[in-house]
């Protein structure tokens, strides 16, 4: 049994994954943030990797977590949305899972999976972009994840596009995923509810702090013009940190996953206008197609299970 668990800024997901990458059975936990002791974090961890196992040996555990991992895989150097800042990951998680475990970035395990099973398999080079509480990234080369000299390269969110902008949870003001994340998304619907009726108003009671990511995806569905411009400014700002990220590494493909992705053409569409719009020479290069993730809100936890697997397989 190989089981992938995807740890996120709200919500670790485990999943049990067959040699296909099928998700075969899964298990969740809430986060508990980012100003908690980093045990709890390893604890809601175990219980969702013991739940999905359900009494059954287990071959290896592949852990995909959002934050830098280093090199050696041992280690979460820095996490903006957890509190793991240096600590000893892998080895720790191993001994509460008492089974072979393996670590590495999140979105590093995404685009391992869309490169083994989905939107990325074939390529000779992508770029995997990850939409959720915030951005992240990795660079597909041949089917392999270039990992960089400190095993932290495709950090994509981190980039910054405004100067003194937004802040950031990294420390920093004016990251990309201050403009095209989740959070973003919510953040721009709050801004244009003062300004016009929306029917997010009584998806979250009236209450803007309660609004959350799904309710805006739900209200875009149902022809809200709130929602609508939201999603076109996240669209808009995918495209925009695309196009710098082509001008650097020209890609065959881009692969935008993540749990906002599940907008599909109301992301894609400003998003494909606006790297048009945008990268340098674009009418005098075959632009990379830019396409959803097909394994979609799964890609962590089959990532992961494929990194147990070539670890310990």
């Known amino acids: 049994m190989w089981i992938g668990v995807d740890v996120g800024g709200t919500k670790v997901l485990a999943a049990v994954v067959d040699d296909a990458g099928r998700v075969v059975r899964t298990a969740t936990r809430r986060t508990p943030g980012r100003r908690v002791a980093a045990h709890q974090v390893e604890e809601a961890l175990a219980g969702a990797v013991l739940e999905v196992a359900a009494g059954e040996r287990v071959?290896?555990?592949?852990?995909?977590?959002?934050?830098?991992?280093?090199?050696?895989?041992?280690?979460?150097?820095?996490?903006?949305?957890?509190?793991?800042?240096?600590?000893?990951?892998?080895?720790?998680?191993?001994?509460?899972?008492?089974?072979?475990?393996?670590?590495?970035?999140?979105?590093?395990?995404?685009?391992?999976?869309?490169?083994?099973?989905?939107?990325?398999?074939?390529?000779?080079?992508?770029?995997?972009?990850?939409?959720?509480?915030?951005?992240?990234?990795?660079?597909?080369?041949?089917?392999?994840?270039?990992?960089?000299?400190?095993?932290?390269?495709?950090?994509?969110?981190?980039?910054?596009?405004?100067?003194?902008?937004?802040?950031?949870?990294?420390?920093?003001?004016?990251?990309?995923?201050?403009?095209?994340?989740?959070?973003?998304?919510?953040?721009?619907?709050?801004?244009?509810?003062?300004?016009?009726?929306?029917?997010?108003?009584?998806?979250?009671?009236?209450?803007?702090d309660a609004l959350t990511g799904p309710m805006v995806t739900d209200a875009a569905e149902a022809g809200d013009l709130v929602a609508w411009?939201?999603?076109?400014?996240?669209?808009?700002?995918?495209?925009?940190?695309?196009?710098?990220l082509v001008a650097a590494l020209d890609p065959e493909l881009v692969v935008i996953g993540g749990g906002v992705s599940a907008a599909g053409e109301r992301l894609l569409g400003p998003a494909r206008t606006a790297l048009a719009r945008t990268l340098v020479g674009a009418e005098h290069r075959r632009l990379p197609d830019l396409v959803p993730a097909r394994l979609g809100p799964a890609a962590g936890v089959v990532g992961g299970a494929a990194l147990a697997r070539r670890a310990f397989g």
Do not use: K
Request: charged letters at 20%.
């Open 229 to 244: 411009e939201a999603f076109q400014s996240v669209g808009d700002w995918l495209g925009v940190g695309v196009a710098n």
């Open 59 to 208: 071959g290896g555990v592949g852990v995909a977590a959002a934050g830098f991992v280093d090199t050696s895989g041992e280690r979460v150097m820095f996490a903006p949305h957890l509190p793991w800042q240096g600590e000893e990951v892998r080895a720790g998680l191993e001994r509460r899972f008492g089974a072979p475990t393996a670590l590495d970035n999140d979105a590093n395990c995404a685009a391992l999976a869309e490169g083994s099973y989905g939107a990325a398999r074939g390529a000779s080079s992508a770029l995997v972009v990850t939409l959720g509480t915030g951005i992240g990234g990795a660079v597909l080369l041949g089917g392999e994840v270039l990992r960089g000299a400190n095993g932290m390269a495709g950090e994509f969110g981190h980039m910054q596009v405004v100067p003194e902008g937004h802040p950031c949870e990294c420390g920093r003001r004016g990251c990309w995923e201050q403009y095209c994340s989740g959070n973003a998304l919510v953040r721009c619907a709050r801004s244009r509810m003062a300004d016009r009726p929306s029917v997010l108003e009584e998806a979250c009671g009236g209450n803007l």
